[in-house]
Nanobody, 126 residues
């Protein structure tokens, strides 16, 4: 059974940094696509970033490019999301999810068929 557990959320001031972790069990991270999503109340969950364990390719949503970095540690079965230069608009509940092996179309695939963690809250406020 696939299980994902997020951690690392918290409250920071604008310009600050956080590193989110997604610890996976029941799957091989190096054979899977792992995505990070975020959601604010009243809005649809949106994809932020994705990494494919098969070839290491990464994807970033436009608003986080240059500020967020996704990486994986296969030995620890953990995927990280390093978030720098945080903005108030990054405030959301962040989830990791998995589904399939590739990041192409990951948002739609994971929303419909993926396994999800419970989420970790990120709040960016002065």
């Amino acid at each position: 059974q696939v299980r994902l557990v997020e951690s690392g959320g918290g409250s920071v001031k604008p310009g600050g940094s956080l590193r989110l972790s997604c610890e996976a069990s029941g799957l091989k991270v190096d054979y899977s696509a792992i995505g990070w999503f975020r959601q604010v109340p009243g809005k649809e969950r949106e994809g932020v970033s994705c990494i494919s364990g098969r070839d290491g390719r990464t994807y970033y949503e436009d608003s986080v490019k240059g500020r967020f970095t996704i990486s994986s540690d296969n030995a620890k079965s953990t995927v990280y999301l390093q978030m720098n230069s945080l903005k108030p608009e990054d405030t959301a509940l962040y989830y990791c999810a998995t589904g399939g092996a590739w990041c192409d179309g990951y948002e739609r695939y994971m929303k419909n068929y993926g396994s999800w963690g419970q989420g970790t809250q990120v709040t960016v406020s002065s």
